[in-house]
């Protein structure tokens, strides 16, 4: 899809039936990643995200039973994005591309910051992002650093990495620092074995990236912690999206950069 | 008290039967809003918070039955604040010292950032703050804006105004700014009357501020908020602190100054 297609019309291809990772998409809207909870899992969804804002920047929370967001007026939460995931019993059990047959009256859908936010912050200030360059998907695990539980929720932080050149470090913190909602500044800085990464070369999700000679391992909080939360806590229900198929707002970029 | 007493000190004063507002008290040390509800309500004041950070900033949020905060250690949200108010259905029915005998197990308390750590920032910056000079609570107003309701909870914006050197409103609002967690940046300078408030010198809460020639009415989102916003929406039963009765954190106002 073109980069300078419109929000609502990338909604609605994917609404029509295109399946394929949003990256660059309606390039300089807010993508955000979707977690969807039963009623009487939101509190507990909603108090995660409160103690655990670094990786789970909530942008919006919808009423029980909505089907859209203020982030995107007139949009579907059950259709407009290209592809889904659905978890029962903390299983995946499904990757569907419409949940309009799965949707009942009690979800309560949590949009959350992502990192393409920040990346396209980053290359605009002259950080090389090395994902993009390879054509990869960021690199993203598992650390040994756990969240603060919240209810039934409980999970370790997960981290995307980005290799920095190491003269461009400083500025990389700065430029994403100031972009609190979208996970904000780094959570680590090199020594990935002291956030219990034995090897940098087996993410345990996304694409192994390559570094440059003189990069410098960069870890920022990603919105795949609250995915991990499920994973480990195991509600009887719940629809995300799938990895890197994400929604589409209204929102742009430059909304959640401070001043 | 003295105001080089320390948090844990105060905490201790007050819990032991001392009754006065905590301006001033234990300075430095982060004094914050209460608000506690029935777990049935306390989706939807998270939610409320969550969709209206500017008057409603979360700086914690227990457990259902827990009575201290990560923020101290060691306190008794039951205790710990000088004076107390009880609500039911909306109405203030109490406002006792101690507020044991009501503690259920099914209460959450909702921590709340408040301005008292801005006017500190202000005053260091150099900005007089007229409330201070004056020895008087701040003046306080409910707005024509209504707040982006969530659940059974709605009800209007209440801001809070401080007379500011019209030269000096542009540093006003940047050091605030950088303080997101207690209030941020003010929502609106001058013009009292499209806020909806009619004669700045009979406040809705607290107490009218005497402007000096040359200022400028500065409004702040107020943590008074909530209390507006339980008044309107009638839960069956809260507890919140009494208006400058705050309860004190070991968290510093520099922890919620952004660099």
Known sequence: MSTTTTAGEARARYRDGLVAPTSGAARGHTQANLVVLPADWAFDMLLF???NPRPVPLLDVTDPGATSTVLAPG???????????????????????????????????FLI???FSFERALLEAGVPVRNIEQGRN??????????????????????????????LVPLAVQVTARMPQVHGAPVHVGSPESLGIDDLDAPDYGEAVQAAPGDVPVFWACGVTPQAALMASRPPFAITHAPGHMFITDATDADYREP
């Open 75 to 109: 949009s579907d939460l059950r259709t407009d994005l290209p592809r889904y995931r659905v978890w029962r019993d903390g299983e995946l059990v499904d990757e569907p591309t419409d949940v309009t047959d799965l949707w009942r009256d009690d979800l309560v859908s």
């Open 49 to 51: 995200g409160q103690r």
């Open 113 to 115: 910051g992502c990192s």
């Open 138 to 167: 960021v690199s993203m695990y598992r650390t040994n650093r756990d969240c603060r539980p919240a209810g039934r929720l409980s999970g370790p932080l997960v981290v995307s990495m980005r290799p920095v050149p190491a003269a």
